[in-house]
């Protein structure tokens, strides 16, 4: 089967694992070629009973491994730009983890390297554009049957937030999956940004801003507000409800089965997103090695990782001042541009 | 204000009180003139703070008392018939709790002296009838978009039956709901019914045959579904889902507030049917005091009750024969033609 | 029936002319003694076939009519700050449709007046507070179960809007039911309000900023946003979401029957206002007779209704100016005091 | 990557091709080693680009095709039983679609072949075992939480049926599922059925007993009743609501995204079963090949096929003699023995 695309996978930490047991036993066509990560027993431990994969502890060694033709990565944030640059130097197709850098500097390094190339190599992760849901509703707005859009109303609810979680990280890090979903729902960019501050929950650790209220406006004049509340405490919620000059469409409230007992009708609530985006990452992981063999790079570009993280930036710095702040994007390049609507 | 009708209400029990508070407080353009309950304290009970009542332990004397210009008759099953004959004398309008009589013969006495008198007198209770969810089912089957009707799914579930309730009842006096809500919806006639058993909730008291699941056959040739379950234990709950030719249609999902919480989302569901018929009985009564002042009969007729009663006692047979058992009407006096569709 | 309770109406448009017939043939308890109206011919037709009823083109003729022992405002706005002290010269109970008054200022004196007597006399028309969904919400966040709320997400959409309907009324006619609804709910005050606009809808009448997205702050803590757009075109939709610390709680989804045809299934929504509050402008007014008959007055003060011209007042400058707005209220005379919570 | 499963698939046709496509492009750890199908263009069509499989017309010459470790049947149901005869004479593994055979004669047949080898080879392609509503509702029912099952309820509606269905097949093709899936819920086998025949809508072909209304009743004494309605014109519609003695719970009315517009709300329903059960049967063959890489046998058994087949022809008799008809099953080998429950 030496068409099996062998792909390295940086990082073998809660994403990456997971992405290793996906490449190995859930999408077909891919195998997992190398693993690396600081932690050699993490790594070993990942790839525990697949026979192909060779182990490192750096990552620039697993992209010269034996039969490595394509790169994941979910390494932490901070490792993204080095992981990037030295696949682009190689020329191998990468299917990197949000957020693509951490910092907006960083993210446009990222791009004027592939730009500098003329070509695309990776696909950013954004997996909820590989929802069923979240399909349908871009679908919706892309035939124009409800007519153009003038308001998305987003929630975004965790049930508790990890240690060391920060106010910042509500939107940097949580948020940032509803401004991609915005950008490419709407097919707008984000031009500013309103961080509101409402009474923070009894159940959110000391000294963190949680719940926050978003609000952002695009280029073409509608509105985006988002709830982000990481420590709701009662389920993982992640609705969608787009607001359009003739109709209107909710994702998210898909709740399977009713149970109905002791005076109450019921459905259970996902608690992880692990479970509520499970068949987006399986679809996710499969659409980027199906074009990968193609040899082709299709899903989000690094311009999406650019603009989101440009617009968490300017979404931190609203939090801090308590006021509208403008977005300011580089000049797009013509390899990201715009097709379509 | 001498236009306010005057009503006498016999039975003061669970039934009659309410409606004689319905009468005094809810509804418009009547009053209670007279009350009748064997249990003359209980009668008081039941009008304290109503000036205008009179009280009586025998019916008749409260059909003749001072300003009675109407009946309500909510006391026990076997009183009707002889209340009902007593009305028809005077001329009175009545408004008759379900059932009509305990026994089709009963009932076809009843009819039988109904259409002597050339005219309609008698209103009966089935208050499904003014539920605003079973009227915008019986509006969107008669209007023929959906086609023509297959088949009705009723689910029929109470928290709890009384005592001394009895397997026979479940058919008499719950099924009974949905025997005159099938052939109101229909339009037809039911022609056989088969009773089956399914195996006994251990929530159900000794001896009692609950749930049952019964299933009528309609002139039409369309099959009414009933499952009657009086012990569920989790709510009042009575749903109903048409199944047509080029479409479904349900009611009874209603669930009102939506709550999230502890890894679930959940509605409340009603524990009793006064909650969930509260405005079906304010509007029926309310539209008996308007027909009645305009000089009309409206509503379900005494050839409803009765066919509900020949229909009951059938089921009633088939849950102890086991077997499908043919449904006989008398045949259907003239007073009584069908009209519409 | 001396005791039947003798209104006078004053106004015979739209909403007058249903109160009318509420009065008459939907409440028990009252009476309608007289109307006055501007145009007589108007009024004479609202109160045809209610023989107890005088017509009078003025107010104040109608206030000494005989019988008449309170008063139901539905007049324009800018005629209720007069009706108002009319009544309250008269110690009559009124109950006065909303707005209070059409300004702040306005309604301070309505307030200085009523408080100088001591007791109140005045009910405002916030139907909201007798809509059983409302209610229920209301009884969900005061028992505490969820925590302490902390955002509220309302939307408020119209099919269209009336002729003339400017930007401002959006605010100070539309979102003022949400400005009431929130106070009420959340047992706050609203301290600071900032109005946001979407991309116009092309569906709207040339110059009406239609959407708006308003935030609200409150006294506590808690952000209160709403979607208003008044000619949205699809439908009548309330809806109401509860944020709180331990839990989410929503209203207004609640759409009855479900039709499964042509590949979709789908449930009717309402068209109008009073389908969808029919029943609370019932209960509103039955317990307005209901309290009056017993000498009480219960229900929204006239601190509500000042609170809420205020509130809308901020939000129009809002609107206008772009910016956060504050709300600054008069002191709460002890007549107001807070009760419970 | 010599682990690789090697497949032989028995059939080309749409659910065989289908089946080839999952094999290569969706699950991993399996490829496709060899086709086959009397058409043999067919056959080379549906494995187009997959360079490792070789095509037969004969379905022995490829089960002895290099390579081949297992077998998935998805030919006509009438050559099952030879193709697992000869799998059984191999010890190939098999994954066998539905239904086992056509009668019950050949089911026990093969179900004597693979008890005298003493060991399972062979999963039946149940695949609602595989869906996740399903699987939620086989929990909640299994950890007892509900109370013991009393009723399911069933809808099984097609939009359109198939060319040449007949009214027998409504049972044997289609409540088939049900079959299954009610024996797997309820842990319980099913001793008698009833076939009620509702009026035939006009939508469907002439002569075809379509709707039907079939109830099964268990060894437990459940009921399980099913509406039948293969051309039922608006979507494609599985439901199953279990009544319990302590609650009940309901699947199947998940309707993913909510779309407002022209006055009503409504969601897309699925319009084909490939649709609403894709992931299931993805599932399904991903833990077919999981298990076979294991060396073992999982899922549906032989004694699952057996039983649906002999409840289906029973079916058959009771749709055609209008009867309660018994379901008769051999005795149950040991290596079916019941497990669990």
């Given at each position: 089967?030496?068409?099996?695309?062998?792909?390295?996978?940086?990082?073998?930490?809660?994403?990456?694992?997971?992405?290793?047991?996906?490449?190995?036993?859930?999408?077909?066509?891919?195998?997992?070629?190398?693993?690396?990560?600081?932690?050699?027993?993490?790594?070993?431990?990942?790839?525990?009973?697949?026979?192909?994969?060779?182990?490192?502890?750096?990552?620039?060694?697993?992209?010269?491994?034996?039969?490595?033709?394509?790169?994941?990565?979910?390494?932490?944030?901070?490792?993204?730009?080095?992981?990037?640059?030295?696949?682009?130097a190689r020329g191998l197709p990468v299917l990197c983890e949000k957020p693509l850098t951490p910092d907006p500097a960083g993210a446009l390094r990222v791009l004027e390297a592939e730009a500098r190339r003329g070509r695309?190599?990776?696909?950013?992760?954004?997996?909820?554009?590989?929802?069923?849901?979240?399909?349908?509703?871009?679908?919706?707005?892309?035939?124009?049957?409800?007519?153009?859009?003038?308001?998305?109303?987003?929630?975004?609810?965790?049930?508790?937030?990890?240690?060391?979680?920060?106010?910042?990280?509500?939107?940097?890090?949580?948020?940032?999956?509803?401004?991609?979903?915005?950008?490419?729902?709407?097919?707008?960019?984000?031009?500013?940004?309103?961080?509101?501050?409402?009474?923070?929950?009894?159940?959110?650790?000391?000294?963190?801003?949680?719940?926050?209220?978003?609000?952002?406006?695009?280029?073409?004049?509608?509105?985006?507000?988002?709830?982000?509340?990481?420590?709701?405490?009662?389920?993982?919620?992640?609705?969608?409800?787009?607001?359009?000059?003739?109709?209107?469409?909710?994702?998210?409230?898909?709740?399977?089965?009713?149970?109905?007992?002791?005076?109450?009708?019921?459905?259970?609530?996902?608690?992880?997103?692990?479970?509520?985006?499970?068949?987006?990452?399986?679809?996710?992981v499969q659409a980027w090695v199906d074009a990968t063999r193609r040899g082709e790079v299709t899903g989000p570009t690094v311009w999406d990782g650019y603009a989101a993280s440009v617009v968490a930036d300017a979404g931190?710095?609203?939090?801090?001042?308590?006021?509208?702040?403008?977005?300011?994007?580089?000049?797009?390049?013509?390899?990201?541009?715009?097709?379509?609507?």
């Amino acid at each position: 089967m030496a068409d099996l695309l062998g792909v390295a996978v940086l990082g073998a930490g809660h994403m990456g694992a997971d992405h290793i047991r996906r490449l190995d036993r859930v999408v077909s066509g891919a195998r997992v070629a190398a693993v690396a990560d600081p932690d050699a027993a993490r790594a070993r431990e990942a790839v525990a009973g697949i026979g192909t994969a060779t182990v490192h502890t750096d990552a620039q060694a697993a992209l010269e491994a034996p039969g490595v033709e394509a790169v994941l990565i979910a390494s932490p944030g901070p490792a993204h730009e080095e992981a990037l640059l030295a696949a682009f130097a190689r020329g191998l197709p990468v299917l990197c983890e949000k957020p693509l850098t951490p910092d907006p500097a960083g993210a446009l390094r990222v791009l004027e390297a592939e730009a500098r190339r003329g070509r695309r190599l990776a696909q950013i992760g954004f997996m909820r554009r590989y929802d069923a849901e979240y399909r349908g509703l871009k679908a919706l707005l892309d035939d124009g049957r409800l007519g153009r859009p003038l308001m998305l109303h987003c929630m975004h609810r965790n049930v508790s937030s990890p240690p060391d979680f920060t106010s910042a990280m509500l939107i940097d890090s949580s948020v940032s999956h509803e401004i991609d979903a915005a950008r490419w729902l709407l097919g707008q960019e984000l031009t500013a940004v309103t961080v509101l501050r409402p009474r923070v929950s009894s159940g959110a650790p000391q000294g963190l801003q949680d719940p926050q209220f978003v609000v952002f406006e695009t280029e073409g004049g509608a509105l985006v507000d988002v709830e982000i509340f990481v420590n709701c405490g009662f389920g993982y919620q992640v609705r969608c409800e787009a607001v359009c000059e003739a109709g209107s469409a909710r994702i998210g409230d898909d709740h399977g089965m009713l149970v109905t007992a002791r005076g109450a009708a019921w459905a259970d609530v996902p608690q992880d997103y692990l479970v509520r985006f499970a068949d987006a990452y399986d679809r996710e992981v499969q659409a980027w090695v199906d074009a990968t063999r193609r040899g082709e790079v299709t899903g989000p570009t690094v311009w999406d990782g650019y603009a989101a993280s440009v617009v968490a930036d300017a979404g931190v710095r609203a939090l801090e001042s308590g006021t509208r702040t403008a977005v300011e994007l580089a000049p797009r390049p013509d390899l990201y541009a715009r097709t379509g609507r």
